[in-house]
């Protein structure tokens, strides 16, 4: 399958401070990203739904203005937790796929990024 | 947004044997899609199986297959001759071409094998 790049793998950051994460398709052109939220021992919670040069689709309860979604070129999207606290303390995962990817319902996954506020 | 139930947040089985994990969902709609993902302790996702609701048949992966019974709004996954590295997190997902293209994803099951 294709590989989804997720970088950093493991941050730590100070309450708050801004922190970016990044999530790159190397061998296929992304038109459409997903970024969960999963807590520890639980269920992947989709938070915003991004379309490359479109703004993203947040879902209900998700703060846009907390969480920047950035998903400016095919190859890259990026999701900014401004001014974390350590509420915000979480693993954070995005997966990525092409319109005919899509159609096939197949999304390819990061290896997610664990951020912990201090 | 959609429902997905998993009811057993933890299972066992055996090395060899044969294990079930379950999965119902809620859904007013009539064209979907179904999907079982496995999270190894590494965090990465992998796809096992998926399932069109539009078809009969149940899917079927090597040592995976499905039951879908889709008028009950269930969606199981049987793992035969379970293996030890079939320890992992599993997710149950849904996902309808009307609703944006997102994925819902069940609360999980821990499923264990035992040596």
């Known amino acids: 399958g294709a590989v989804v790049s997720q970088h950093p793998s493991w941050v730590i950051c100070k309450s708050g401070t801004s922190v970016k994460i990044e999530c790159r398709s190397l061998?296929?052109?992304?038109?459409?990203m997903f970024w969960y939220r999963q807590f520890p021992k639980q269920s992947l919670m989709l938070m915003a739904t991004?379309?490359?040069?479109?703004?993203?689709?947040?879902e209900q309860g998700v703060e846009k203005d907390k969480f920047l979604i950035n998903h400016a070129s095919l190859t890259l999207s990026t999701l900014t937790v401004t001014s974390a606290h350590p509420e915000d303390s979480s693993f954070y995962i995005c997966?990525?796929?092409?319109?005919?990817?899509?159609?096939?319902?197949?999304?390819?996954f990061g290896a997610g990024t664990r951020l912990s506020v201090l | 947004a959609q429902t997905v139930t998993q009811s057993q947040p933890e299972m066992s089985v055996q090395e060899a044997e044969t294990v079930t994990l379950s999965c119902t969902y809620d859904?007013?709609?009539?064209?979907?899609?179904l999907f079982w993902y496995k999270q190894p302790p590494s965090r990465q996702m992998i796809l096992v199986i998926r399932?069109?609701?539009?078809?009969?048949q149940n899917a079927t992966e090597n040592r995976f297959s499905v039951n879908f019974q889709k008028a009950a709004k269930s969606f199981s996954l049987k793992i035969s001759d379970s293996q030890l590295g079939d320890a992992a997190m599993y997710f149950c997902?849904?996902?309808?071409?009307?609703?944006?293209?997102?994925?819902?994803f069940g609360t999980g099951t821990s499923l264990t094998v035992i040596p």
């Open positions: 997966s990525a796929s092409s319109w005919d990817v899509l159609a096939k319902n197949i999304q390819y």
């Open positions: 061998d296929f052109q992304a038109t459409t």
């Open positions: 991004s379309n490359e040069g479109s703004k993203a689709t947040y």
């Open positions: 859904t007013s709609e009539s064209d979907y899609y």
């Open positions: 399932q069109e609701a539009y078809k009969q």
């Open positions: 997902a849904y996902r309808s071409p009307n609703t944006g293209n997102q994925f819902y």
